[in-house]
């Protein structure tokens, strides 16, 4: 029984800490928005969260996208690596489908900018071919 419960308060603490991570990405320094990045990509990549994920992907990839929009450089690059963990933690259905859907035309556009880093240019081709790869439905 206790064992029960130190594991879920283990896990209550691991999901505030991700919704304080997700918070972050909204702050005003690039600073707190690129640890928050580096903090959710160590988080997914090392964990299956898709159900705490499910609940809030719209809300992660409105904040993934204003970070590829407005951010520069690195923060653009963590973004791009965040978003491909994301869109393999929702998989190949149909929320994984939609996460890739709504970011697709921005990934294409920082790929295709010539004044955009070559890592974020990388990261945003890897997130394109990943999540296309795994969520889209359209074969073309």
């Given at each position: 029984?206790?064992?029960?419960?130190?594991?879920?308060?283990?896990?209550?603490?691991?999901?505030?800490?991700?919704?304080?991570?997700?918070?972050?990405?909204?702050?005003?320094?690039?600073?707190?928005?690129?640890?928050?990045?580096?903090?959710?990509?160590?988080?997914?990549?090392?964990?299956?969260?898709?159900?705490?994920?499910?609940?809030?992907?719209?809300?992660?990839?409105?904040?993934?996208?204003?970070?590829?929009?407005?951010?520069?450089?690195?923060?653009?690059?963590?973004?791009?690596?965040?978003?491909?963990?994301?869109?393999?933690?929702?998989?190949?259905?149909?929320?994984?489908?939609?996460v890739f859907r709504s970011l697709k035309p921005l990934l294409v556009s920082v790929l295709?900018?010539?004044?955009?880093?070559?890592?974020?240019?990388?990261?945003?081709?890897?997130?394109?071919?990943?999540?296309?790869?795994?969520?889209?439905?359209?074969?073309?």
């Open positions: 029984g206790s064992e029960a419960a130190s594991e879920q308060g283990q896990e209550e603490e691991v999901e505030d800490r991700l919704k304080e991570h997700m918070d972050n990405l909204l702050d005003k320094s690039a600073k707190a928005r690129q640890a928050a990045l580096r903090s959710l990509r160590l988080a997914l990549s090392s964990k299956t969260l898709s159900e705490f994920l499910l609940e809030r992907r719209l809300t992660l990839t409105d904040s993934l996208e204003k970070c590829l929009k407005k951010g520069k450089g690195e923060e653009q690059a963590l973004a791009g690596t965040v978003l491909t963990l994301l869109c393999l933690q929702m998989g190949s259905g149909p929320e994984g489908e939609e295709t900018d010539s004044t955009a880093s070559p890592s974020t240019r990388q990261s945003c081709a890897t997130a394109l071919g990943m999540c296309c790869y795994i969520a889209a439905a359209d074969l073309e």
